[in-house]
């Protein structure tokens, strides 16, 4: 039996994306506070990579084609099914109950055609999702790497706190070593902290 995919409303976002950019077939660029700009670059390739790298090129008849890594084509899909699931995700995304993690099965047998077997990126990748577009004033096509943050449930946080995220910080103002060593040896966030402050 087949492993249900679950997530929450940021990891649900990740795949709504993908569907809406297929739908859309176009990147809006956006101005420095996020508000979208009346300027936008055709999609020509979505790089997905899961277990395996899946590419999904958006072709000019309203469809797209699925090309496995080995360069094996092994579906098409029409343009008007990722505009479809893309609008019943977001409102599945939109009235879900809380923070936490909820399966939605209609997206699910969608992802399972589309070859998406998980919700987000593996954490070694800095980017969620790679899009090739064609800029048409430099007539570039550049891949370019995005990592989502959704807005639809918890604010997403700046840092992943994760065993891989490592900060360092300087404090001025105490010279004493015992003091330092003192601080350094409590094991608590919030202790470590009230004892700075």
């Known amino acids: 039996m087949e492993e249900k995919i679950t997530g929450n409303k940021g990891e649900w976002s990740e795949i709504y994306t993908l569907f809406k950019l297929l739908g859309d077939g176009r990147v809006y ?8 700009m009346n300027l936008y670059y055709p999609i020509l390739n979505v790089i997905r990579r899961e277990a395996k790298k899946y590419e999904y090129e958006p072709k000019t008849d309203k469809r797209i084609i699925i090309i496995k890594e080995d360069g094996q084509k092994i579906a098409e899909i029409p343009v008007q099914r990722f505009v479809d699931e893309a609008k019943n995700l977001l409102t599945e995304i939109k009235t879900a109950k809380g923070d936490g ?13 589309v070859k998406c077997t998980k919700l987000k990126a593996p954490s070694k990748d800095k980017a969620d999702i790679h ?3 064609h800029d048409t004033c ?10 989502i943050k959704s807005q639809l449930g918890s ?3 700046l840092l992943n706190a994760g065993m891989t995220t490592n900060v360092r910080f300087r404090i001025r103002g105490i010279q004493d070593a015992q003091v330092i060593e003192n601080i350094n040896a409590i094991s608590a966030h919030r202790d470590r902290m009230a004892a700075i402050y």
Do not use: R, W
């Open 101 to 113: 993690a909820y399966e939605i099965p209609s997206a699910e047998a969608f992802m399972q055609e």
């Open 155 to 157: 604010a997403s946080t």
């Open 131 to 133: 899009i090739v577009i």
């Open 138 to 147: 430099t007539g570039m096509t550049p891949e370019l790497g995005f990592s």
């Open 29 to 36: 660029a956006g101005d420095a506070d996020m508000n979208k």
